[in-house]
Protein backbone atom coordinates (compact mmCIF):
# COMPACT_ATOMS: atom_id res chain seq x y z
CA UNK A 1 0.00 0.00 0.00
CA UNK A 2 1.38 3.61 -0.51
CA UNK A 3 1.44 4.19 3.53
CA UNK A 4 1.51 2.48 6.60
CA UNK A 5 -2.76 0.92 7.72
CA UNK A 6 -3.91 0.26 11.00
CA UNK A 7 -6.88 -1.13 12.37
CA UNK A 8 -9.14 -1.08 13.65
CA UNK A 9 -9.01 2.71 13.82
CA UNK A 10 -10.99 3.13 17.09
CA UNK A 11 -12.04 0.14 19.81
CA UNK A 12 -13.98 0.35 22.86
CA UNK A 13 -13.73 -2.58 24.98
CA UNK A 14 -14.05 -3.15 28.82
CA UNK A 15 -11.99 -3.58 31.65
CA UNK A 16 -10.47 -6.63 31.60
CA UNK A 17 -10.60 -7.86 28.41
CA UNK A 18 -7.87 -8.54 25.76
CA UNK A 19 -7.17 -6.43 22.47
CA UNK A 20 -5.38 -6.54 19.16
CA UNK A 21 -4.35 -4.25 16.96
CA UNK A 22 -2.93 -4.66 13.38
CA UNK A 23 0.00 -2.71 11.57
CA UNK A 24 0.42 -3.20 8.22
CA UNK A 25 3.89 -1.55 7.31
CA UNK A 26 4.84 0.17 3.89
CA UNK A 27 5.95 -2.90 1.35
CA UNK A 28 9.45 -3.51 1.72
CA UNK A 29 10.22 -1.87 5.44
CA UNK A 30 12.16 -3.80 7.28
CA UNK A 31 11.69 -2.25 10.42
CA UNK A 32 8.73 -1.41 12.08
CA UNK A 33 7.62 0.43 15.75
CA UNK A 34 4.77 0.59 17.66
CA UNK A 35 4.48 3.86 19.87
CA UNK A 36 1.74 5.25 22.27
CA UNK A 37 0.27 8.52 23.05
CA UNK A 38 -1.61 9.15 26.08
CA UNK A 39 -3.98 12.69 25.86
CA UNK A 40 -1.95 15.12 26.04
CA UNK A 41 1.70 13.37 26.05
CA UNK A 42 4.20 12.96 24.41
CA UNK A 43 4.94 9.29 22.19
CA UNK A 44 5.96 6.57 24.09
CA UNK A 45 8.17 3.91 22.74
CA UNK A 46 6.71 0.25 22.99
CA UNK A 47 8.32 -2.12 21.03
CA UNK A 48 10.57 -2.15 17.36
CA UNK A 49 11.19 -4.84 15.13
CA UNK A 50 14.06 -4.33 12.76
CA UNK A 51 14.00 -7.73 10.59
CA UNK A 52 15.09 -11.28 11.45
CA UNK A 53 16.72 -9.58 14.77
CA UNK A 54 14.75 -10.14 18.28
CA UNK A 55 12.68 -7.25 18.77
CA UNK A 56 13.48 -4.80 21.17
CA UNK A 57 10.70 -4.76 23.73
CA UNK A 58 11.72 -2.76 26.41
CA UNK A 59 9.10 -0.05 26.17
CA UNK A 60 6.46 -2.19 26.83
CA UNK A 61 5.08 -1.48 30.16
CA UNK A 62 3.77 -4.55 30.97
CA UNK A 63 3.66 -8.38 30.85
CA UNK A 64 0.23 -7.85 29.45
CA UNK A 65 1.63 -5.96 26.61
CA UNK A 66 3.18 -8.07 23.66
CA UNK A 67 3.67 -7.91 19.68
CA UNK A 68 4.61 -10.12 17.22
CA UNK A 69 5.42 -9.25 13.44
CA UNK A 70 4.73 -12.28 10.70
CA UNK A 71 7.06 -12.64 7.92
CA UNK A 72 8.82 -9.32 8.43
CA UNK A 73 5.80 -7.64 7.72
CA UNK A 74 1.84 -7.22 9.47
CA UNK A 75 2.58 -6.66 13.15
CA UNK A 76 0.23 -7.63 15.70
CA UNK A 77 -0.47 -5.53 19.43
CA UNK A 78 -1.69 -7.93 22.16
CA UNK A 79 -3.05 -5.95 25.34
CA UNK A 80 -4.08 -8.87 27.69
CA UNK A 81 -6.63 -8.12 30.40
CA UNK A 82 -7.28 -4.29 29.45
CA UNK A 83 -7.12 -1.73 31.98
CA UNK A 84 -8.24 2.04 31.73
CA UNK A 85 -4.92 3.55 31.94
CA UNK A 86 -4.28 1.67 28.86
CA UNK A 87 -6.52 4.17 26.98
CA UNK A 88 -4.39 5.97 24.22
CA UNK A 89 -3.71 6.41 20.93
CA UNK A 90 -1.53 3.43 19.30
CA UNK A 91 0.70 4.40 16.57
CA UNK A 92 2.96 1.71 14.57
CA UNK A 93 5.33 3.18 12.17
CA UNK A 94 7.71 1.96 9.56
CA UNK A 95 11.17 2.87 8.18
CA UNK A 96 13.07 1.66 5.19
CA UNK A 97 16.16 -0.31 7.02
CA UNK A 98 15.75 0.92 10.70
CA UNK A 99 19.41 2.64 10.16
CA UNK A 100 19.29 4.48 13.70
CA UNK A 101 18.74 8.16 13.61
CA UNK A 102 18.71 8.22 9.55
CA UNK A 103 15.91 7.25 8.54
CA UNK A 104 11.99 8.85 8.58
CA UNK A 105 9.75 7.05 10.66
CA UNK A 106 6.45 6.91 8.77
CA UNK A 107 3.51 6.70 11.00
CA UNK A 108 0.56 4.90 10.39
CA UNK A 109 -3.39 6.79 11.66
CA UNK A 110 -3.31 5.28 14.82
CA UNK A 111 -5.88 2.82 16.89
CA UNK A 112 -7.54 5.23 19.35
CA UNK A 113 -8.07 2.63 22.07
CA UNK A 114 -10.94 3.66 25.02
CA UNK A 115 -10.54 1.05 28.26
CA UNK A 116 -14.63 1.39 29.61
CA UNK B 1 15.85 15.62 33.72
CA UNK B 2 14.03 14.24 30.96
CA UNK B 3 15.74 12.96 27.56
CA UNK B 4 14.43 15.60 25.27
CA UNK B 5 12.24 18.54 26.71
CA UNK B 6 9.93 21.28 25.03
CA UNK B 7 7.87 23.89 26.24
CA UNK B 8 4.62 22.89 25.68
CA UNK B 9 3.18 26.03 24.53
CA UNK B 10 0.52 27.11 23.56
CA UNK B 11 2.91 29.40 21.55
CA UNK B 12 0.73 31.77 19.63
CA UNK B 13 2.03 33.89 16.69
CA UNK B 14 -0.02 36.07 14.28
CA UNK B 15 -0.20 35.14 10.85
CA UNK B 16 3.15 35.99 8.43
CA UNK B 17 5.34 36.39 11.71
CA UNK B 18 7.86 34.02 12.64
CA UNK B 19 7.34 31.21 15.17
CA UNK B 20 10.16 29.33 16.91
CA UNK B 21 10.01 26.20 18.33
CA UNK B 22 12.84 25.08 20.94
CA UNK B 23 14.02 21.54 21.84
CA UNK B 24 16.66 20.59 24.28
CA UNK B 25 18.15 16.74 25.08
CA UNK B 26 20.33 15.65 27.48
CA UNK B 27 22.77 12.99 25.75
CA UNK B 28 25.53 15.17 25.00
CA UNK B 29 26.01 12.24 22.58
CA UNK B 30 23.00 12.52 20.24
CA UNK B 31 23.76 13.13 16.21
CA UNK B 32 20.69 13.43 14.66
CA UNK B 33 17.79 15.38 15.48
CA UNK B 34 13.71 15.17 13.94
CA UNK B 35 10.86 17.35 13.66
CA UNK B 36 7.62 16.25 13.54
CA UNK B 37 4.17 17.72 12.84
CA UNK B 38 1.28 16.70 14.29
CA UNK B 39 -2.44 18.08 13.93
CA UNK B 40 -5.37 17.43 15.99
CA UNK B 41 -6.69 13.84 15.68
CA UNK B 42 -3.88 12.93 13.23
CA UNK B 43 -0.86 11.36 12.98
CA UNK B 44 2.77 12.56 13.12
CA UNK B 45 4.56 13.24 9.73
CA UNK B 46 8.48 14.41 9.30
CA UNK B 47 8.88 17.85 8.23
CA UNK B 48 12.70 18.38 8.93
CA UNK B 49 15.84 16.07 9.69
CA UNK B 50 18.95 17.70 11.10
CA UNK B 51 22.54 16.02 12.07
CA UNK B 52 24.78 18.86 11.12
CA UNK B 53 25.86 21.71 13.67
CA UNK B 54 24.27 25.14 12.17
CA UNK B 55 20.95 25.77 9.86
CA UNK B 56 18.90 23.62 7.51
CA UNK B 57 16.26 24.90 5.77
CA UNK B 58 13.43 23.84 3.45
CA UNK B 59 10.58 26.06 2.36
CA UNK B 60 9.50 28.27 5.06
CA UNK B 61 10.76 25.86 7.85
CA UNK B 62 14.76 26.03 8.84
CA UNK B 63 15.97 23.81 11.68
CA UNK B 64 19.10 24.86 13.88
CA UNK B 65 21.27 22.43 15.52
CA UNK B 66 24.25 23.53 18.26
CA UNK B 67 25.12 20.65 19.92
CA UNK B 68 27.68 22.40 22.38
CA UNK B 69 24.21 23.57 24.30
CA UNK B 70 22.44 21.21 23.26
CA UNK B 71 19.79 22.68 21.82
CA UNK B 72 17.56 22.24 18.24
CA UNK B 73 14.93 24.20 17.51
CA UNK B 74 12.24 24.63 14.46
CA UNK B 75 11.36 28.27 12.62
CA UNK B 76 8.66 28.61 10.68
CA UNK B 77 8.96 31.86 8.49
CA UNK B 78 5.07 33.48 7.13
CA UNK B 79 3.35 31.54 9.25
CA UNK B 80 0.13 30.43 8.13
CA UNK B 81 -3.38 29.35 10.39
CA UNK B 82 -2.38 26.05 8.69
CA UNK B 83 0.32 25.77 10.43
CA UNK B 84 -1.82 25.60 13.40
CA UNK B 85 -0.55 22.19 14.91
CA UNK B 86 1.91 20.05 17.94
CA UNK B 87 5.47 20.07 17.03
CA UNK B 88 7.23 17.09 18.31
CA UNK B 89 10.74 17.04 18.53
CA UNK B 90 12.52 13.34 18.35
CA UNK B 91 15.93 11.92 19.39
CA UNK B 92 17.35 8.66 18.32
CA UNK B 93 17.72 6.65 21.45
CA UNK B 94 21.15 5.90 22.64
CA UNK B 95 22.96 3.33 24.71
CA UNK B 96 26.32 2.51 25.28
CA UNK B 97 27.30 4.66 23.06
CA UNK B 98 25.60 3.09 19.89
CA UNK B 99 22.06 5.10 18.27
CA UNK B 100 19.13 2.80 17.95
CA UNK B 101 16.32 3.08 15.62
CA UNK B 102 13.62 3.91 18.15
CA UNK B 103 13.05 7.67 19.36
CA UNK B 104 12.56 9.82 21.84
CA UNK B 105 9.57 12.19 21.62
CA UNK B 106 9.61 15.30 23.92
CA UNK B 107 6.01 16.45 24.86
CA UNK B 108 5.71 18.37 21.84
CA UNK B 109 4.55 22.23 21.68
CA UNK B 110 1.21 23.63 20.48
CA UNK B 111 1.34 26.23 17.63
CA UNK B 112 -1.65 28.30 17.03
CA UNK B 113 -1.06 31.02 13.99
CA UNK B 114 -3.89 33.52 14.17
CA UNK B 115 -5.07 35.41 10.89
Known amino acids: GAGVSQSPSNKVTEKGKDVELRCDPISGHTALYWYRQSLGQGLEFLIY????????KSGLPSDRFSAERTGGSVSTLTIQRTQQEDSAVYLCASSPRGLAGKETQYFGPGTRLLVL | QKEVEQNSGPLSVPEGAIASLNCTYSDRGSQSFFWYRQYSGKSPELIMFIYSNGDKEDGRFTAQLNKASQYVSLLIRDSQPSDSATYLCAVPFRAGGTSYGKLTFGQGTILTVHP
Open chain 1, 49 to 56: FQGNSAPD
